[in-house]
């Protein structure tokens, strides 16, 4: 009798222990896809070259499935990111960098969103919202670095 309750003890600990393992995104919780990974670091780091020490808590940045014709959303208010998961394995798969640096893009332009506070803009920027300048971001590397000088020049932490 004593061994039973025991066990039932253990088992109900068990199903406790692994019931408040759930999926889910608190203050302090820190979690990237790991296919866009390399775009957050690069971000984390052109905001260091600039002195600033941006939070990584509450940060989620995921792949989903989109059903209208965004490639990538920042829930209002929130540092909630996603990316469409055909968009991010066809750009990624092509073998060409400057496909991989529009996931950098678009990370960069939902990461502005959730992290600098960021609305959209015209004009040669990061935050324009009809990504009128994906292709020279891409493909010149005066164009990128100036698109991400102005994407951090208003921040104010």
Not at 101 to 129: K, P, T
Request: charged share 20%.
């Amino acid at each position: 009798m004593k061994s039973c309750i025991i066990v039932s003890s253990v088992v109900i600990f068990f199903a406790l222990l692994l019931s408040s393992c759930s999926d889910f995104t608190d203050d302090y919780h820190y979690d990237v896809a790991p296919a866009l990974k390399i775009h957050v670091e690069a971000f984390y780091a052109e905001a260091r070259k600039r002195g600033f020490e941006l939070p990584t808590d509450g940060l989620s940045v995921r792949l989903t499935h989109h059903t209208d014709n965004n490639v990538g959303d920042c829930e209002t208010g929130t540092r909630i990111i996603t990316l469409d998961q055909d968009f991010v394995q066809r750009q990624q798969h092509t073998g060409y960098h400057a496909d991989s640096l529009w996931v950098q893009y678009v990370v960069f332009h939902e990461l502005g969103h959730g992290l600098l506070l960021r609305d959209h803009c015209g004009g040669e920027s990061i935050m324009n919202a009809h990504n009128e300048h994906i292709n020279p971001y891409s493909g010149i590397e005066t164009v990128r670095q100036r698109m991400i000088n102005e994407l951090f020049a208003s921040y104010r932490p």
